[in-house]
Nanobody, 123 residues
């Protein structure tokens, strides 16, 4: 069992930055992949970025966060971060972190989820 706690969300103006944190209850070697997902009202949950235990990174395939968001991890702290810069109103969503034993973009592949942290970007 992996318990995940997200933090760092909030209300920010367009162009601003936030850093989300995801703290896991077990060491990263206990699972393969940590992903950040987001879900806006009325929309499906979508992958923002994922990072594997070895440090391989995949971002969303739409290009919507390219050059603006950066995922990283600190294995000593069992923590994965999502640095979000130059935020835009379309980034407004509930952001979740999740872990999986495989490398996948699909939410269904993830076994454990945090409670989510709200990010709201005003124009």
């Amino acid at each position: 069992q992996v318990h995940l706690v997200e933090s760092g969300g909030g209300l920010v103006q367009a162009g601003g930055s936030l850093r989300l944190s995801c703290v896991a209850s077990v060491r990263a070697s206990g699972y393969s992949t940590t992903g950040w997902f987001r879900q806006a009202p009325g929309k499906e949950r979508e992958l923002v970025a994922l990072i594997t235990w070895s440090g391989a990174i995949i971002y969303d395939d739409t290009g919507s966060v390219k050059g603006r968001f950066t995922i990283s991890r600190d294995n000593a702290k069992n923590t994965v971060y999502l640095q979000m810069n130059n935020l835009i109103p379309n980034d407004t969503a509930l952001y979740y972190c999740a872990t999986a034993s495989v490398v996948s973009r699909a939410p269904l592949a993830y076994d454990y989820w945090g409670q989510g942290t709200q990010v709201t970007v005003s124009s």
